[in-house]
């Protein structure tokens, strides 16, 4: 089987100095896989690189047969990728309707909007609500639902439980769990490394910009090694 997103050697950051120092990763098709780390490990700025928010200095993006690497962002989204950022992933003062149909490349927006109204029924109730007065949980969801309005083949999702209660944490996490069914791949990063890899078949803990462990989410969760990496010491998690 060929990976759906195979990155190979990336290294870029934010100004001369590399963030990313050469990392290296694959995503199979229909599975979830995590990226773990602490704080200021890399994890986002992994995912922005695979995006092209980020100047990259090396390496390679691969979606399919498709080289991203030179690619626009806008040209990414067009090939199939679909990205929900860490912050600033809703429109405050638009609609909760408005901030579903601004998304771009949707071929029949209100049947697609209606759609995930069917899928986020929280959402359904508050059509006409700024996404500003939303709850964090409500607010992750049209996060998620604008990601999937364009029914991305793969999708990246950079920390969607963060300032989420334990309630909330599981209900995002299972809107994750079940996407692969629908043919959409995962790529999460997640400070909440233990649930996030019980949901994933395989995991990748970054430190310092690169690749410090990789292997089965089993395997992960069972090395006292990858604990400490990716528990830091900031962590909530026991
Ligand atoms: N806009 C920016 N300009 C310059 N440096 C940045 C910028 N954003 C992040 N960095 C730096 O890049 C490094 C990696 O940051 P990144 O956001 O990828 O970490 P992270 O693993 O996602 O952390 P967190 O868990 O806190 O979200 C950090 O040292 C950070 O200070
Ligand atoms: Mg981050």
Redo the contacts with the bound molecule.
């Keep these: 089987m060929k990976p759906v997103l195979s990155v190979q050697d990336l290294a870029g ?3 001369e100095v590399d ?1 990313l120092k050469g990392i290296s990763l694959e995503v199979m098709p229909g599975e979830i896989v995590t990226i773990a ?10 995912i922005k690189a695979i995006m092209g928010l980020l100047p990259r200095s090396r390496g390679t993006v691969m979606l399919g047969d498709t080289d991203l690497a030179t690619l626009s962002v806008e040209d990414r989204l067009d090939c199939g990728i679909g990205y929900v950022p ?1 912050v600033a992933n809703v429109f405050a003062s638009l609609s909760v309707h408005e901030n579903l149909l601004v998304v771009q490349g949707v071929k029949k927006p209100r049947e697609r909007a209606d759609a995930m109204y069917a899928l986020f029924p929280a959402l359904a109730g508050h059509r006409r609500r700024a996404a500003g007065s939303l709850s964090g949980g409500e607010r992750q969801q049209l996060a998620f639902a604008r990601a999937l309005m364009r029914q991305p083949d793969t999708l990246l999702l950079d ?1 969607p439980t963060a300032a989420l209660s334990p309630a909330r944490v599981d209900e995002i996490l299972d809107y994750v769990r079940v996407l692969p069914a629908s043919g959409t791949t995962v790529l999460m ?1 997640e ?1 909440r490394a233990r649930q996030s890899l019980a949901i994933s078949q395989r995991g990748y803990i ?1 430190d310092q910009g690169r690749v410090a462990m990789q292997g089965a989410a089993r395997d992960l969760l069972n090395d006292p090694k990858a604990a400490d990496l990716f528990l830091g010491k900031h962590s909530e998690q026991t």
Excluded: H
């Design positions: 950051g934010y100004s963030i780390g602490t704080n200021g490990a890399g994890k986002s700025t992994v860490q920390e990063v400070q970054i």
